[in-house]
Every structure is written in structure tokens, then in C-alpha cells.
């Protein structure tokens, strides 16, 4: 016989008297809700409204800021352990801001050093005047040094001299005033100029040799394409297109008088710029010096 029903966990359950197995049928209901509260809630704690919102905020957004260096005044003070009165890096050098170079800022010279530069290659700041002559100095950890090139009096490296240069490196919060605006263009625009490189930098991703080195300009083939050369006591470098292959760096070992090639396949009228690019197994970057028309 059946001794009860019962309800757990929304399941209906019925239980014999005894041991043996029993039947049972039923209907089992579930109230929706809760039995109401007997009286409602207490009032608010306060019987005052809030304030009125408070109005839109009247001070505008900023204007975008200004970068903090827009421009350099370059100063070398001594060269090879000589104090020099000036220099062919002396000079105001301009923010270029459409021309990074690995990811920084780079200044452009102006006035009597036009054509010189300020860049960030590979893990080195290097001013250049505009003959092509190069100071370099190594990043260092600070994050200043990340944005810009150190900042005040220190020392940089040159390729062919073995105690550098003290340079003092100062920002300037403006730019140089401009010249005075030139005459309206001509109607027709003048067709665009053949580039001409006085040298090229060349570093390679950090399994190979290449260190920034510097390839200067060592004459032009038939079909109008230059080629650039690099050569020390242990190496000699060479950056020229062949027809076949595209644009190559030559690598010659003066120690083991070893030789390497390095295509790139690619056939432009110049090497590829300002990027990364791979010839053959290693991946090279290559920076312009400086362009003349």
C-alpha cells in the first residue's frame, strides 16, 4: 500500500508502508510565485529628489600636440680629440614626419645643410651632413632615446676616425621660419626627377654582419641603375642589379677570401627602401644617404 507522497527537488515521489514495490499516480503542483510580502517595502531613505543633472562640460578638447622636438640645432664641438669652430653637421635639421625610418622620427637638414639628416637605423642614431660623412651614436635604454637622438653633449663614432666627435644635440620647441612663399606653379607640371643616391646604409635583421654599414656611390651602369660599394679590412660590400637575378648584395671576406651572394630578385630601377626585404635567406634593410636631381 501506499504510505505517502512527497516532493523534492520539483520531483513527486510516492513510498510504501513497507518493502515491496508500489504504484502510485498523482498530480503535483508548484505555486509561480512567493506568497506576497505582508506589507510593502519602507519609503526611501530621503525625501528629497537629486539634484539636477550636471550640464555638458564647457571646456573643449585640446588641439592634438605639437611633437615635442619639431626641430634640432646640431653643434659639433670637437672632432678626433681637435676643437673645430664648426662643421658640415652644424646646423638646424627640420622634423620630417612623413619619412620615419625604423619606426622613429627623422629630421632633414636646411639651409646650408640641406641634404643632411638625422635618422634612427637599426640601433643607432646617425647624423649625416650632406656629403654623406656620418656620426653614429648606439641607442641606449632610456626611453628618451627611443623617440629621439640623445640629447645634449655626447659622444658619437665616426667610420674613419678612432675618437669620434663631442656633438651637443638641442631641441628646438618651434620650427625655423620658412623663406618667403615662391611664385604660383607653372601650368604645366615639370616631369618627374631621375634620383641619384650619394650612399646607401645596409643592416641585415641580426643573424649576419651587416652593422649600418655604409655603401657610397661607386658609378652607374648602362641601363641607368647605381651601384654602391663598401670596403674595410675584412670586408668588402657591394650593392649593383644584375639582369638576372634583380638587385644584389655581394659579400666578399678579405680574411678567408670567402664569397657571398645575396639576390633579391627584385628588378626596380633602384634597391628596395625603407623596408625589410629578403635576399635570399637573410633580410636586409637598406636606407637612401641622401638624393640629389
Not at 55 to 60: E, F, G, I, K, T
Not at 96 to 113: A, K, L, M, R, V
Request: proline letters at 8%; hydrophobic letters at 30%; glycine letters at 8%.
Amino acid at each position: 500500500n501506499v504510505n505517502a507522497w512527497y516532493i523534492s527537488n520539483d520531483i513527486c515521489y510516492g513510498r510504501s508502508g513497507n518493502t515491496n514495490d508500489v504504484w502510485a499516480v498523482a498530480i503535483c503542483c508548484k505555486i509561480a510565485t512567493d506568497v506576497p510580502t505582508p506589507s510593502p517595502t519602507p519609503r526611501p531613505t530621503t525625501s528629497d529628489p537629486t539634484s539636477v543633472p550636471t550640464q555638458s562640460p564647457q571646456v573643449y578638447p585640446t588641439t592634438a600636440p605639437t611633437p615635442q622636438c619639431p626641430s634640432l640645432l646640431v653643434k659639433v664641438l670637437s672632432f678626433d680629440s681637435q676643437t673645430v669652430t664648426s662643421s658640415s653637421w652644424d646646423g638646424v635639421y627640420v622634423l620630417d614626419e612623413g619619412n620615419p625610418s625604423f619606426g622613429h622620427s627623422d629630421w632633414i637638414g636646411t639651409g646650408q645643410n640641406k641634404g643632411g639628416w638625422i635618422k634612427y637605423i637599426g640601433a643607432n642614431w646617425v647624423i649625416s651632413d650632406a656629403n654623406g660623412g656620418a656620426l653614429t651614436h648606439e641607442s641606449l635604454s632610456s626611453a628618451s632615446e627611443f623617440v629621439y637622438p640623445p640629447l645634449g653633449t655626447f659622444r658619437w663614432d665616426h667610420e674613419y676616425v678612432a675618437n669620434g666627435a663631442v656633438v651637443t644635440v638641442t631641441c628646438g620647441s618651434s620650427y625655423p621660419p620658412t623663406h618667403v612663399p615662391s611664385n604660383a606653379p607653372t601650368v604645366s607640371p615639370t616631369p618627374s626627377p631621375t634620383v641619384h643616391f650619394i650612399g646607401v646604409y645596409i643592416t641585415d635583421d641580426g643573424d649576419y654582419v651587416y652593422r649600418e654599414w655604409f655603401h657610397h656611390k661607386a658609378g652607374i651602369e648602362d641601363d641607368g641603375r647605381e651601384n654602391f660599394l663598401f670596403n674595410n679590412s675584412t670586408y668588402r660590400s657591394s650593392l649593383s642589379y644584375d639582369s638576372v637575378n634583380g638587385w644584389q648584395i655581394i659579400l666578399l671576406d678579405n680574411v678567408l677570401g670567402k664569397t657571398e651572394i645575396f639576390s633579391s630578385h627584385l628588378h626596380g630601377l633602384y634597391p628596395p627602401m625603407n623596408e625589410w626585404v629578403f635576399f635570399g635567406a637573410i633580410k636586409f634593410y637598406i636606407t637612401g644617404l641622401l638624393t640629389d636631381f
